[in-house]
């Protein structure tokens, strides 16, 4: 017998029957994220054919070239999402500011961020790109939400999502009850389940990181990168590379294919070393679904989910996957190899 076809839809309805008093408020939020998906999905499959490729000239607020499929996917989440009255306010990477729900609409009890266009360098050379998403619960009093709502700490998530552009398009997400990843059948336009209850594999052999920064890294992001690419490391054999440039393809195979995913704090700017992600729209989403699957997210320091945002555009150095790898760049970069004399690097 040919195995059971499970849409997205029955996958999440099925999820909320086992929590009783499910209004189905939160399944529909996910639902209207599977059409805003598949619509971006849509474009980036054609985006080589219309002349929709390239960039519109402009800058976005973190001074990045703002590419076309960006404000595309940037507007066309907002539009899914804006007259459902399910939320009562959005944050979106590519927005400066809050995106309130427009005054003809009712407003929700959820709140959504995102990064609707993630990997976007990649857009022009045929790369995998990605969206991705954040759902919290309003926290504010006032009816149509305020910045409060969007400044919640990772793990007052309760539900975030990928949705990968790639040889096929694929929605990952998590709602606290595991991970889980379906596959678009473009010939009938579902999502089909493909990855239920997806753990990271341990001991994975990857290190994924933008390595032409390593100029502008401290010392101790250089010892922890180079230990990974010693004999000394758990494998007794220098980890792989892997690096596409875009956060989401890059994540989805840590989450697949194990190792660790980082963008550590750059030195580019002597005075005001930064990490590069965003707090909000990259690194805890992300977070929520490694930790999910088993891994770790950290900022280096302390766990991604456990960041008190400050601001809406707030960035954060990043190490997320296998939970053993984070914890080892945690000691690291915590200086606590230093204290224990095993920071000599004979590759530095
Ligand atoms: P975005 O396209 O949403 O601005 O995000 C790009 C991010 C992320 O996807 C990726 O991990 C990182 O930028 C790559 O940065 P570098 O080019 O500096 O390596
Ligand atoms: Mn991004
Ligand atoms: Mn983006």
């Known amino acids: 017998m040919s195995q059971e076809i499970i849409t997205i839809e029955r996958f999440i309805l099925q999820q909320e029957r086992s929590f009783p008093g499910a209004t189905g408020e939160f399944t529909q939020l996910l639902y209207d994220i599977t059409l805003a998906a598949k619509i971006i999905s849509r474009e980036v499959n054609k985006a080589g054919l219309v002349e929709i490729l390239g960039s519109t000239g402009d800058k976005n607020i973190h001074g990045e070239t703002v590419q076309k499929l960006d404000e595309f996917a940037n507007r066309i989440i ?13 944050g979106s990477e590519e927005s400066e500011t809050p995106l309130l729900i427009p005054d003809e609409y009712p407003t929700g009890k959820y709140v959504l961020l995102f990064d609707p266009l993630d990997g976007s360098s990649n857009i022009d050379v045929n790369g995998s790109i990605g969206s991705i998403f954040s759902i919290h619960r309003k926290k504010s009093k006032t009816e149509r939400g305020d910045v409060s709502d969007l400044l919640q700490k990772g793990y007052e998530q309760v539900g975030a999502a990928y949705v990968i552009y790639g040889s096929s398009t694929m929605l990952i997400y998590t709602t606290g009850n595991g991970v889980h990843g379906f596959t678009l059948d473009p010939s009938v336009g579902e999502f089909l389940l493909s990855h239920p209850h997806i753990e990271i594999p341990k001991n994975g052999n990857i290190y994924s990181v933008n390595e032409g920064n390593y100029i502008y890294w401290d010392d101790k992001t250089r010892a922890y990168i180079n230990h990974l690419k ?39 700017n002597p005075d005001k070393p930064s990490g590069k992600l965003r707090l909000l729209y ?7 679904i490694i930790s999910q699957a088993g891994g770790y997210a950290s900022d280096g320091h302390q766990n991604i989910l456990e960041i008190e945002p400050r601001d809406i555009h707030q960035r954060t150095a990043v190490f997320i996957g296998d939970k053993d790898d984070v914890l080892l760049a945690e000691k690291y970069i915590s200086a606590e190899i230093e204290k224990e004399g095993k920071y000599a690097d004979k590759n530095q």
């Open 78 to 90: 907002f539009q899914s999402m804006d007259h459902t009255g399910r939320l009562c306010i959005m």
């Open 282 to 288: 990259e690194a805890a989403p992300m977070g929520f």
């Open 230 to 268: 010693s004999e000394d490391n758990h494998s007794g054999k220098p980890y792989s590379h892997r690096y596409i440039g875009s956060m989401v393809a890059d994540i989805h195979r840590t989450l697949l294919n194990g190792g660790i995913f980082m963008y550590p704090v750059s030195y580019k």
